[in-house]
């Protein structure tokens, strides 16, 4: 009986420190204090896109937009290609000059961006992200346009901000979906 005992003590010794082995990762909160870090990162970037997609449906407004870049951020549509053409525009004054040529071209009424599936991934004071997005705006002429594709984004931390490093919107689909309004 007494051998008895010593196995089964033996036993949950051995057993007790296989699960502190498999669990001791989540004991340390060095681990605890970088998951943490990450998660709230990653929040902070969803909101860092809230407002871009925000500041683009206010009118376009390009200090809004070019205030959420790094000062030699990029912003570049890859696709089809519509009105933004091929080449990136390079650093806050050119991506508000950008952003402020569209209010003024004034097609758009009102437009509603939407974006879904982030996946960010973090590393230290960098990050990217990709995104699905919609954009959906009536046009002056009384009909509705939509706008289909995803995001390609790089993200840098300075001074304990995020901000956009590069932003690229891939348009795969874009045109009318209903010709007068309702």
Same mark, same amino acid.
């Given at each position: 009986?007494?051998? %008895?005992?010593?196995?089964?003590?033996?036993? @949950? %010794?051995?057993?007790?420190?296989?699960? %502190?082995?498999?669990?001791?990762?989540?004991?340390?909160?060095?681990?605890?204090? /970088?998951? %943490?870090?990450?998660?709230?990162? =990653? !929040?902070?970037? +969803?909101?860092?896109?809230? #407002?871009?997609?925000?500041?683009? /449906?206010?009118?376009? &407004?390009? !200090?809004?937009? #070019?205030?959420?870049?790094? !000062?030699?951020?990029?912003?570049?549509?890859?696709? $089809? *290609?519509?009105? #933004?053409? =091929? !080449?990136?525009?390079?650093? +806050?004054?050119? =991506? #508000?000059?950008?952003?402020?040529?569209?209010?003024?071209?004034?097609?758009?009424?009102?437009?509603?961006?939407?974006?879904? &599936?982030?996946?960010?991934?973090?590393?230290?004071?960098?990050?990217?992200?990709?995104?699905?997005?919609?954009?959906?705006?009536?046009? *002056? /002429?009384?009909?509705?346009?939509? *706008?289909?594709?995803?995001?390609?984004?790089?993200?840098?931390?300075? @001074?304990? $901000?995020?901000?956009?490093?590069?932003? =690229?919107?891939?348009?795969?689909?874009?045109?009318?979906?209903?010709? $007068? @309004?309702?």
């Amino acid at each position: 009986m007494n051998r %008895l005992k010593q196995l089964k003590n033996r036993s @949950e %010794l051995i057993a007790g420190k296989r699960i %502190l082995k498999l669990v001791s990762h989540t004991l340390d909160p060095r681990k605890h204090d /970088d998951r %943490l870090q990450r998660l709230e990162d =990653i !929040e902070e970037i +969803r909101r860092l896109k809230a #407002a871009y997609c925000a500041a683009c /449906d206010d009118d376009h &407004n390009g !200090e809004a937009v #070019a205030a959420l870049f790094v !000062e030699d951020g990029t912003w570049q549509q890859a696709g $089809k *290609i519509g009105s #933004a053409g =091929i !080449e990136p525009k390079s650093g +806050r004054s050119s =991506i #508000a000059e950008f952003m402020f040529s569209l209010r003024s071209a004034g097609f758009i009424r009102h437009s509603a961006h939407m974006v879904t &599936n982030p996946v960010i991934d973090v590393v230290g004071d960098e990050a990217k992200g990709s995104w699905r997005f919609l954009m959906v705006y009536s046009h *002056i /002429d009384g009909s509705f346009v939509r *706008i289909i594709g995803h995001y390609e984004d790089e993200y840098v931390r300075r @001074e304990g $901000k995020w901000y956009f490093r590069s932003l =690229i919107a891939h348009v795969e689909e874009s045109g009318r979906y209903l010709d $007068k @309004e309702l």
